[in-house]
């Protein structure tokens, strides 16, 4: 005989039907959600589908990303050739040819986000892509300060654009719960650039000299070409947003815009650009976050002398670039595993806090 199956009573102890009982289960499953309001995924269609998205979007983002501070970190690396030689560098220059980079990020910061929200997003993103890898590339026939000046100043200009217009793709396409680890992720391309910079570096000077280049220059020249081919990707691999997702399917489009809309809480219907930049202006968290970042960044500055400072160790090139590679390593990996811990926890705060903690200590 086949078990009897008893019907579901309420609290009251009036018998539901089991139509009513599946939905109020049903009910119980879409309102599991976190203390933000954060859904929590249960369909497996919905599971599938996030999968696919990080398959298409998280590796392309992050070879953006990582080719993004390869190619700005490049001068680090050049110094320890023959640059400052080649072009005459004297006192402070090379220091302001640093610094010269992010004047243009300041300049395009803003304008930027603005702009992400008119255009597509992948022809924004990949055309930004393709003058910041020329650009790049033409950093190897500057023959003074004023052009190797110059070329800095502009690829800040071409760069700026880059992380907001991808936080834009991630936020368009996941929700709130599955941000953080996706921004992490992507992070890593900043800190697995800096690691592997100066062995990609080690390679490409035993070039030096071969058809009367230096060193510095093919650095420039072949992470430049390498650029421009990722950036012709992106053109055809970058969505811009769920319902118009071409490597999606109509089911998949329409579950993908569904689910984000749901995520989004306390919505105003204020939508255009100048209140969203109005309501982050008068919010205090934003300003908070800003001196954070700010004091962050700014402790970050030493990357562009580190390779120089390991060579005063008396270390030759080959070992100074070889060193430069195992801090990024243990940064990156604590990066992911801290943004899990954050994620699965659902706790922000105290992660935040520890990590500032241990880089002031630091």
């Known amino acids: 005989m086949s078990p009897t199956i008893q019907p579901a009573k309420s609290g009251d102890g009036a018998v539901l039907s ?75 220059q090379y220091q302001t040819c640093v610094s010269i980079l992010f004047v243009g990020y300041v ?103 071969m058809a009367g280049i230096s060193g510095w220059q093919w650095l420039f020249i072949i992470q430049g070409a390498a650029t421009l081919i990722v950036a012709l990707a992106a053109f055809f691999i970058l969505p811009d947003e769920p319902l118009s997702t071409k490597w999606l399917t109509p089911e998949e489009r329409k579950l993908a815009h569904e689910r984000t809309q749901e995520d989004t809480v306390a919505n105003k219907g204020q939508t255009t650009t100048w209140s969203g930049i109005l309501d982050a202006a008068k919010d205090s968290k934003v300003w908070l976050f800003v001196a954070m970042q700010h004091g962050h960044l700014g402790a970050n500055g030493f990357k562009n002398f580190f390779p120089t400072a390991i060579r005063t160790l008396g270390f030759n090139q080959t070992i100074t670039l070889v060193l430069t590679c195992p801090p990024y390593l243990i940064a990156g990996f604590i990066s992911i595993a801290w943004s899990w811990s954050s994620g699965r926890y659902n706790e922000r705060t105290w992660h935040i806090t520890i990590g500032k903690a241990i880089a002031v200590f630091g």
Not at 25 to 43: F, I, N, P, Q
Not at 46 to 72: C, F, G, S, T
Not at 184 to 198: D, Q
């Open 107 to 209: 300049i395009v910061g803003i304008p930027a986000n603005m702009v992400v929200t008119r255009i597509r997003p992948s022809i924004w993103m990949a055309s930004c892509m393709t003058v910041w890898a020329i650009i790049s590339g033409l950093t190897a026939i500057a023959r003074n300060y004023t052009g190797l000046l110059l070329t800095r100043f502009f690829l800040g200009i071409t760069e700026a654009p880059y992380y907001p217009g991808a936080l834009y793709i991630l936020a368009t396409f996941y929700t709130r719960k599955e941000l953080a680890t996706r921004i992490s992720i992507l992070y890593t391309g900043n800190i697995l650039a800096t690691a592997f910079a100066g062995l990609i570096a080690l390679g490409i000077f035993e070039m030096h000299g």
């Open 18 to 92: 089991p139509i009513h009982t599946e939905n109020v289960l049903k009910s119980e499953v879409e309102e599991r959600r976190d203390y933000s309001g954060a859904r929590e995924k249960t369909d497996p269609r919905e599971i599938a589908l996030v999968r696919k998205l990080d398959w298409w979007i998280m590796p392309i983002l992050w070879l953006m990303y990582w080719l993004n501070y390869l190619d700005r970190n490049a001068i680090a690396l050049a110094k320890l050739n023959t640059l400052e030689e080649d072009l005459n560098l004297t006192g402070s």
